[in-house]
């Protein structure tokens, strides 16, 4: 279960497309200064923070309480001249714009359902068909703690394996999640390069960049170059056809062999030791 992400980096929908089922948190409490509204791109060389401004709310409210300012629309004028201006020689600008424009322009007011067509817009534009469920219509509402919430999900929609991304690792524990049927794993995105106006790469920026720098197939193709940690030292890449990747992959088998090492804190697949640490750059 993740909260609905306005135009996330590529690992957001890595993850969705990984899952047999994606949950919306829509009814997690809305966290000011966070990612769900905002986002950076690349401008001239660095990266630019976009925001898409909301009306004053409570700070308890969730996200699917909250809504954008009432010039919305005006101001989403001035994030598109901005994109363009951003991204107007990319070279896939003249493809990916329009979807941008369709989406940003949406008339949806509330945050949660805003950023919910968001995702699944980007997701069909990537062939990602992964089923996407809003956590608010599971009616998982009457616990507290956030482990338990998160088994009770997963739990509802069938689920015996739980995935969240590598920055939340010091909010679950793997045992506890075991003692209770499920098997917890985090995602880490593979180091990814790609170029962008020959500039030194800036990563993890929004998906609007990744799609402005590679077409559809190469972005598919990328929605593989993740690392799944199912312990807290141990990492095992899932990416089986970036060159990249396995190259780092093989000298790290490499050294794994001559070290001797069965105790790195690596894990063995196939006899190569893989980790996290493999570079993708295509």
């Known amino acids: ?25 829509d009814d997690l409490q809305y966290v000011k200064e966070s990612w769900i509204n905002r986002n ?27 809504e954008f300012c009432d010039d919305f629309d005006v101001e989403m004028d001035k994030l598109l001249r901005v994109i363009a201006s951003a991204y107007s020689k990319a ?8 979807m941008l424009q369709a989406i940003i322009k949406h008339p949806e007011r509330n945050l949660a359902r805003y950023a919910e067509h968001s995702i699944r817009q980007i997701c069909n534009y990537l062939d990602i068909h992964t089923p ?18 998160v088994i009770r999900t997963a739990k509802k929609v069938g689920g015996d394996v739980y995935i969240n991304f590598i920055g939340g690792m010091s909010l679950y524990d793997f045992e506890y999640f075991k003692q209770n ?16 106006f020959g500039n030194v790469f800036v990563p993890l920026l929004s998906i609007i ?15 593989g170059c993740y690392s799944l940690l199912d312990a807290p030292d141990h990492a095992v890449s899932v990416c089986d056809h970036c060159t990249a990747c396995l190259e780092a992959k093989a000298e790290e088998g490499r050294i794994a062999r001559q070290e001797g ?22």
């Not at 996407?132 to 919430?149: C, F, G, H, P």
């Open 1 to 25: 279960m993740m909260q609905p992400y306005l135009f996330p980096y590529l690992g957001y929908f890595q993850l969705i497309s990984s899952v047999d089922v994606f949950v919306l948190g």
């Open 40 to 66: 950076r791109i690349l401008m001239n060389g660095k990266d630019k923070l976009i925001t898409f401004p909301l009306k004053k709310g409570s700070l308890r409210a969730n996200i699917n309480e909250r």
């Open 91 to 98: 070279p896939y600008f003249k493809k990916v714009f329009p």
């Open 132 to 149: 996407i469920i809003v956590a608010s219509e599971l009616n998982v509402t009457d616990v507290i703690d956030k482990q338990d919430r």
């Open 181 to 196: 049927g499920l098997t917890l794993k985090f995602h880490k995105i593979n180091e990814i390069t790609y170029p962008q």
């Open 209 to 223: 960049d990744v799609m402005m720098f590679n077409d559809q197939p190469e972005v598919k193709r990328r929605l």
């Open 261 to 282: 090492s069965a105790d790195d804190g690596s894990i063995a697949v196939d006899g190569q030791q893989q980790a996290a640490s493999s570079v993708c750059n295509g």
